[in-house]
């Protein structure tokens, strides 16, 4: 900002300076169109739709805080659908972090044919969708399924996964334990970014390994950590695909995860102002818990060089 | 636990030393058998996908499960692609995907240089602006999108899915704008001095300098799409249009009994495009993994 107040107090690199400032805008311009197009108009017709009623063939009407209202005190389905994504995130993502980073520090340990298993690992991650969920359904078939098949081998008879209340969450869980690859990677990549020098300061100090994992990469990575546990809440409240294509929500609305509930009110039953309500309030939700987890983050991130400002 | 031999103090006594490099074999040996098993139990789910696409309709329904069929029933590919239109999915979702890997790089080329190399008033705010889009839920824009494209009338046309990415897409610009930063400043200057304008800088010095960050993006941009599932899902009405994730999950609720062996080989199918081009590009993709991973 500096340098352009400087180059504009001189009248002959002014124009210069314009002429960089008209090339920027030339260069944006399709991200600053796309923003407008794209996000900021849509983000402005969602809040007004959030206060209509819209079902596409009549034109909107004006309803006040009807949806809000109804959608916070009158419709068990919205409790429910944030209690599925509740749970389903307080399993998916601890899990999923402490498995990706305990399998991190074992490959950090130069061990052979690392760059192949790391392959084998990340495999699933770039499979993602449609053929993935027709997969695990297939897998978790109680009856004929490779899974329940392998428990009846050691003598346990298997839940009936997706056709069970109770089992369907677990069962979202484990698949998605299956695609840690990417988040192992990136705490791979971590791992090895911390400096040496660190480690051998501690050993001088008369580390342990114990001591030195906790004083040293613990600190050095709660950042990535950090960063993934964000990512993990925005994406549970996005979770669609699976659960449109698995369950549909089923059985008894025990798999009727956020955004798929969104979609089949906008999709489904045509509410479309319904919809941009549950928009909003997920938007706040995620907000909230973006927010508490940036805020309550220099009680446990380290950032080098002091505080950090929150990842970006 | 990450304990490496070389931080040894090389002074330390020979004794030390001894002791505690067995303890270090040991336990990198106790990790390679655990990251061996994880390696195993993550590939049975594709072992299982492809012993079930070559089964026999009778075999698929064996209990206890043959992981090697009586007769490997290749045939099951042939009829997957009759019961379903699967040629014509896998050359709309190649369309698609084609003309989206375009317009996300073009876009998002341009957008990532005016970020890095060009002043302008405001663009801190604007960039700040573009990061925060990354962490909006798309849910937020989904229904006003929807109703403009239905305004358009591109309502089951393959628009929605693809003009939407000649707009520069937030992930790969950030991505992009990083690494322009890093292309010395002094290369710019040098093809000022020989007469180039902003344009013959991002043409001549900055693209020819990101094909390692562009393929990232290109590879990033293809598998989104190639995947995607929601989109296709809202705008597609008519059957010959679908694409591949979209004509499979019509697979699965048209038919009463799964035939799980055609599905599982549709599947197959499925996947190959994106597995080609990742173990082509492994370094490539995991590289940008991890560099929008660890931007914290």
Redesign the interface.
Known sequence: ?A??AN?RSSPRRGSL?RR??L??????S??????I???A???V??LL?SFADYD?ITPPSFSGLDNYVQLLTNDDLVWQSLKVTGLYSLGAIPLGLITAFV?A????????GIAG????????A??????VA??????L?P??G?LN?AL??VGITGPKWLFSESWVIPAFVLMSL?TI???M??YL???Q?IP?HL??AA?LDGAG??S??THV?IPMIT??I???AIIGV?GS??I??PA??MTNGGPANASLFY?LY??NN??RYFK?GY??AL??L??FI?LAL?LLVVRSSPYWVYYEGGR?DG?? | MATDVSTAPATGAVRLLGRKSVRHSVQIGVSAVIIAIGAIVTLIPLAWMLSTSVKSNGEVFLVPIRWIPSKIVLSTYVQATQTIPFLIYAVNSAHITLLVVIGTVVSSSLVAFAFARLRARGRDLMFLALLSTMMLPAEVTLVPTYLIFKALGWVDTYNPLIVPSYFADAFSVFLLRQFYMTIPLELDDAAKIDGSGYTGIYWRIILPLSKPALATVAIFAFFNSWNSFEGPLIYLNTMTKYTIPVGLNFFLTEHGSTPWNQMMAASVMAMIPCLIVFFFAQRTFIQGTVLTGLKG
């Open positions: 900002m340098r352009i180059a300076a960089e400032e090339a920027f805008y030339l260069f944006a399709p991200w600053l169109i796309g923003f197009i794209w996000i108009g849509p983000m017709i969602s739709l596409i399998l520090l074992l490959m950090n340990q130069k061990v052979r298993f790391r392959t084998i690992y990340y495999m699933p770039v499979i993602a969708g449609v053929p027709l997969l695990w359904m297939w897998i078939n009856d004929f490779i098949n009846a081998f299956w690859g990417a988040p990677i990136i990549a971590g791992l970014g040496q480690y051998e050993e390994p114990w030195k994992f990469t950042p990535i950090f960063f993934n925005i409240f996005q669609f695909t449109y294509v955004g969104l979609y906008a999709f479309m919809a941009s928009a909003w997920m938007f995620i973006s950090g990842g970006i």
